[in-house]
């Protein structure tokens, strides 16, 4: 008797369905380049055949899921189709490993995802009821947010609606976390980041504070500068007293984010920037340095073109109060610069900020000057004002070692309509935060995924060829996004401040000010299972914590992909690769070990040349992690520095491996392997505050 039953996991029977693994088996050859529907189709019916043969083994003649996996692996590995039947095992492998983790939570996943992206499922975006147990699976999530961003369509809502859905359901697009986690609730706070101004007042602080706090409860994101504070011991006229200076507001503000992050889905991530012209400037510099203090904020020294000269022809710098507007102190450029670039290196803060270029870059420079970033520095914003970030996955247009631009123009015009419509379905808590928000429409559209894109065209991540495509890549979705922009702007008008902007005399029409941004992507990234922004590889193998002392074996599965298509796979050669995370030391061919190259192995130069080559093609800025090795000098810091000021990036990063006491993930040691901690997003952003 043919087979015609099976039972699920859990214990419920269903009719049999011989295509599922039809369906599965070249899914599997496909990933190693075995697919051939003809063969699928006879090792399926060997195995139906084989199924229906030994059906009185079965628990009343019907096999269980597990039961039909196992003749799977069995048929298969007795075919020519071994690495088809080691994909399988690996899929299968995961699979387990995802279910355990599903069943501890209470997920009910519908569409199939690994370990990683339930487990940052579970925690910040599927939505729970008041006793905290989950009330929705993957596929209501997008499909809410698909409605919410839809419903501001004035017409074609459905249609809308559906093909926001699509680009989500199959990661091609994602948007950044507070859109996930609030569309379509009653929090409705939809943006990633803000900015918010900090004037010279206890009122304006603490108003600052309160409106810092609102939006973190949100899941929103703040950046601020402080220079406008007096500087410590300056005068506080109206009570005779002695300033305390920003840095003593900057740990108020750090402390209410402490005690936001505890009771929210994400913790608080902030941006706090003083000019280098402050008289409190040293202070500012070395108050990260111990390693203890501002952990929720990133810190950036925000420096003019007049810093940066005075620094190559080491000039004396002025120190001005910003109460008085007076110099109060000069100061070799030089030696603030060296200071500057030795705190980078002992901590990996602050970074710099290039003001100067942020402006002159600027599309709405008669609005106002820029002052401050998101607490990336993906986003120079105006006080109040907001951006809305949404990232396109670059593996999913690369098709069999081809970018398929067509595809990729498609994603880029729905985006940017998906982005646009989020300022609009946006709740928005001050009507500051609303009114410079539509009055200008700032949307940040990028990308994730790019260090992989690169492997499946088959261009090494330090090449000049990587320059190349990353730099066409991103001219290209700049310029499909104003086109599409334009196109929004003659059916829904011009953002309002159009004629106070650069757009006015390029252009007609256009609905948003910038449009495009390289954002760090974090958990969105996860959940796409694709490489973080722009950034390379961390790590190609390693053991995660998914759970408290739990930990899961984890490797890149392109790699893994290629490993078994061109026959060097193996458990050992994985475990191997974990020991220090990378290919150094692995038999494994030159070729691959270029493709695979990771973030330590890339030269600091190529690091900075990767973010100017996006940046020359972006709206917004870039938000890219210099990563140096834990042997790097301070010189090493100088030169990239001074290299990301030349080639007009509008800010950078760095981390040295090991300069803070703790990080997300450690390169193995001894006989330790590489492992990581939960929050590590698969990219670069091992040391600082990056929660997006």
Same mark, same amino acid.
Not at 82 to 87: F, G, P, W
């Given at each position: 008797?043919?087979? @015609?039953?099976?039972?699920?996991?859990?214990?419920?029977?269903?009719?049999?369905?011989?295509?599922?693994?039809?369906?599965?088996?070249?899914?599997?050859?496909?990933?190693?380049?075995?697919?051939?529907?003809?063969?699928?189709g006879k090792i399926t019916s060997q195995i139906v055949k084989e199924l229906s043969e030994n059906q009185s083994m079965f628990f009343q003649g019907t096999p269980t899921v597990e039961q039909i996996q196992d003749k799977v692996e069995e048929v298969l590995s007795k075919t020519k189709?071994?690495?088809?039947?080691?994909?399988f095992m690996l899929y299968r492998r995961s699979r387990k490993d995802a279910r355990n983790i599903k069943e501890f939570f209470g997920i009910k996943d519908d569409m199939k995802f690994d370990v990683n992206a339930i487990r940052v499922l579970q925690e910040r975006y599927l939505l729970k009821d008041e006793d905290g147990k989950i009330i929705e699976t993957p596929t209501q999530l997008f499909r809410r947010v698909a409605k919410a961003m839809a419903s501001v369509e004035k017409k074609n809502k459905k249609e809308y609606e559906e093909r926001f859905f699509g680009i989500m359901t199959r990661l091609e697009f994602l948007p950044n976390s507070p859109t996930l986690m609030n569309a379509g609730t009653k929090f409705g706070q939809l943006s990633a980041c803000y900015v918010l101004p900090v004037e010279?007042?206890?009122? @304006?602080?603490?108003?600052?504070?309160?409106?810092?706090?609102?939006?973190?409860?949100?899941?929103?994101?703040?950046?601020?500068?402080? @220079?406008?504070i007096r500087p410590r011991g300056d005068i506080v006229r109206s009570t005779k007293g002695v300033a305390s200076g920003p840095i003593s507001f900057i740990r108020i503000f750090n402390q209410m984010t402490e005690t936001i992050k505890q009771g929210g889905k994400r913790r608080g991530a902030n941006m706090g920037i003083?000019?280098?012209?402050?008289?409190?400037?040293?202070?500012?510099?070395?108050?990260?340095q111990k390693g203890k203090e501002l952990n929720n904020y990133n810190i950036s020294v925000g420096v003019d073109d007049k810093f940066m000269e005075a620094v190559i022809n080491e000039k004396d710098y002025d120190l001005i109060n910003p109460r008085t507007h007076k110099t109060v102190q000069r100061i070799n450029a030089r030696l603030l610069f060296d200071f500057i670039c030795h705190g980078a290196w002992d901590t990996g803060d602050p970074g710099m900020i290039f003001l100067d270029e942020i402006n002159r870059k600027s599309q709405v420079r008669q609005v106002g000057e820029i002052e401050a970033t998101n607490p990336c520095g993906e986003v120079p914003l105006l006080p109040y004002e907001s951006c809305n970030l949404g990232s396109i996955n670059l593996t999913k247009v690369v098709e069999k070692g081809k970018i398929d631009w067509e595809k990729l123009k498609d994603l880029v015009w729905l985006s940017t309509r998906f982005l646009d419509n989020v300022i609009d379905a946006n709740v928005y808590q001050f009507p500051e935060l609303d009114k410079m928000a539509k009055d200008n429409r700032r949307i940040g559209l990028g990308v994730m995924g790019f260090a992989e894109a690169?492997?499946?065209?088959?261009?090494?991540?330090?090449?000049?060829?990587?320059?190349?495509?990353?730099e066409k890549m991103m001219k290209f979705i700049n310029e499909e996004s104003h086109k599409a922009s334009m196109h929004l702007a003659k059916e829904r008008g011009s953002f309002p401040n159009f004629n106070k902007?650069?757009?006015?005399?390029?252009?007609?029409?256009?609905?948003?000010?910038?449009?495009?941004?390289?954002?760090?992507?974090?958990?969105?990234?996860?959940?796409?299972?694709?490489?973080?922004?722009i950034e390379p590889l961390f790590a190609i193998a390693f053991m995660r914590e998914v759970l408290s002392r739990k930990h899961l074996f984890e490797a890149n599965k392109i790699f893994q992909q290629?490993?078994?298509?061109?026959?060097?796979?193996?458990?050992?050669?994985?475990?191997?690769?974990?020991?220090?995370?990378?290919?150094?030391?692995?038999?494994?061919?030159?070729?691959?070990?270029?493709l695979f190259k990771t973030a330590l192995e890339i030269s600091p130069e190529q690091h900075i040349m990767i973010q100017a080559a996006f940046q020359r093609h972006t709206d917004n800025a870039v938000s890219k992690t210099i990563n140096l090795p834990g042997s790097a000098t301070e010189e090493d810091i100088r030169k990239a520095y001074r290299l990301s000021y030349k080639m007009k990036c509008k800010g950078i990063t760095i981390y040295r491996y090991g300069s803070k006491s703790e990080q997300v993930l450690y390169l193995g040691e001894g006989k330790k392997m590489t492992h990581a901690g939960g929050d590590y997003t698969g990219g670069t952003c091992i040391g600082n505050v990056c929660s997006f």
């Open positions: 008797m043919v087979i @015609s039953l099976v039972r699920k996991r859990n214990g419920s029977v269903v009719k049999f369905d011989s295509l599922k693994i039809q369906r599965a088996i070249e899914k599997a050859m496909l990933q190693v380049g075995e697919l051939d529907k003809k063969e699928a189709f071994t690495r088809t039947a080691k994909a010279d007042s206890l009122t @304006s602080i603490f108003k600052t504070l309160e409106y810092a706090a609102l939006i973190q409860q949100t899941g929103g994101g703040t950046g601020f500068n402080f @220079s406008h003083l000019n280098v012209n402050h008289p409190d400037i040293l202070e500012f510099i070395e108050v990260k690169l492997i499946l065209l088959g261009i090494p991540y330090d090449s000049k060829n990587a320059l190349k495509v990353g902007s650069a757009w006015k005399g390029k252009v007609k029409m256009m609905r948003n000010c910038a449009c495009t941004t390289i954002a760090p992507t974090g958990t969105i990234s996860i959940i796409a299972g694709c490489s973080s922004g290629i490993a078994i298509k061109e026959r060097f796979y193996s458990d050992e050669l994985m475990k191997k690769i974990a020991m220090g995370g990378n290919l150094r030391g692995v038999r494994v061919p030159n070729r691959i070990k270029s």
